[in-house]
């Protein structure tokens, strides 16, 4: 896509937006509430038009809405839709059948996201994680070569969110190409190829998650329990460009951690102390951080 715009009012929700996703790539678009990122791959998705700006999706243009991308492209959006009388494996059947996929294939695709025991319960009993499984399940079950899923893992306990990354990482494999939304920091860094960082309808970083890493502050913190340390202790210790207490622990933040971590031994002992290198998490802070909505 290249720039596009979509304003609901005033509200520019995507605002000059050029991206381009590569074949087999795992993409993660990451961004406070607000950001766009909905927007944006909705916009991808056929399901909204975007203002001005060319999309092409498969070598083809999602808007006016294009039946034949349906059987290529799966989607799972953010307020899923389903068969709530059926049974969960009803409507993945259902939904396959709408697409023309094997009949075997709900029964795989059900088992990929972990729902073969609740195949014969009704998606009203099922519980907000096992219906975003199946609203996971239905975005799949036809064997798509595009995959757009928006904050799949938001309603996932920590056990099914990994079972998931197995899942998407498997899809990855098999060489679709996926396209996501994820408030969770430390799965986009472990999944992702390259990831977005999207602010106020904008790209304010685009790359992998080891380079977006490394062109951040780069700082090294070192967690030391408080009992240990105090705030007025840690600040005069050499190297020590930051200190912040959080909860028990007094994080020290530094450049270089081997002469910070000798003088912390000096003073405090090494027992309990962790560090911690920079992540996506940090740089993500400090670019959402400058946000100005
Ligand atoms: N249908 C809509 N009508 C009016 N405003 C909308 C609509 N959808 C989204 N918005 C606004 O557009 C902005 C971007 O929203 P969205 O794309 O959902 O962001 P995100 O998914 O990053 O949270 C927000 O300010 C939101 O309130
Ligand atoms: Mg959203």
Not at 24 to 30: D, I, K, N, S, V
Not at 113 to 125: A, F, R, S
Not at 165 to 177: A, F, N, P, S, Y
Not at 178 to 196: G, K, M, P, W
Request: net charge negative.
């Amino acid at each position: 896509m290249t720039d596009v715009h979509k304003r609901y009012g005033d509200t520019r929700a995507v605002d000059g937006v050029s991206l381009t996703v590569r074949r087999g790539e795992f993409l993660g678009l990451l961004g406070p509430n607000g950001a766009g990122k909905t927007t944006l791959v909705e916009i991808m998705e056929g399901l909204r038009q975007a203002d001005a700006g060319t999309v092409g999706v498969l070598g083809t243009s999602p808007w006016p809405r294009n039946l034949a991308l349906l059987p290529r492209i799966g989607l799972q959006t953010q307020a899923s839709a389903f068969f709530v009388r059926l049974t969960a494996r009803e409507h993945l059947r259902t939904v396959a059948a709408l697409y023309g996929a094997a009949r075997d294939a709900a029964e795989r695709t059900l088992a990929m996201v972990g729902l073969t025991e609740q195949g014969d319960t009704q998606v009203e009993g099922l519980s907000g994680g096992q219906r975003q499984r199946l609203a996971i399940a239905s975005a799949l079950v036809h064997g798509p070569e595009l995959i757009f899923l928006d904050e799949p893992t938001a309603a996932l306990d920590p056990q099914a969110r990994r079972d998931l990354w197995q899942v998407l990482r498997d899809l990855k494999g098999e060489g679709r190409t996926i396209v996501y939304t994820t408030h969770h920091l430390d799965e986009a860094e472990t999944l992702c190829d390259r990831v977005a960082i999207i602010v106020n309808g904008r790209i304010t970083a685009l790359d992998t998650p080891a380079r977006l890493v490394a062109a951040g502050s780069g700082n090294t913190r070192l967690l030391v329990p408080a009992d240990r340390l105090t705030e007025a202790r840690a600040r005069e210790l050499p190297g020590v460009l930051d200190v912040q207490v959080d909860g028990d622990v007094v994080v020290l933040e530094t450049t270089e951690a081997g002469p910070l971590l000798s003088a912390v031994e000096a003073v405090a002992g090494l027992q309990g102390v962790r560090t911690r290198t920079a992540s996506l998490e940090d740089v993500y802070l400090q670019l959402t951080a400058t946000g100005d909505r």
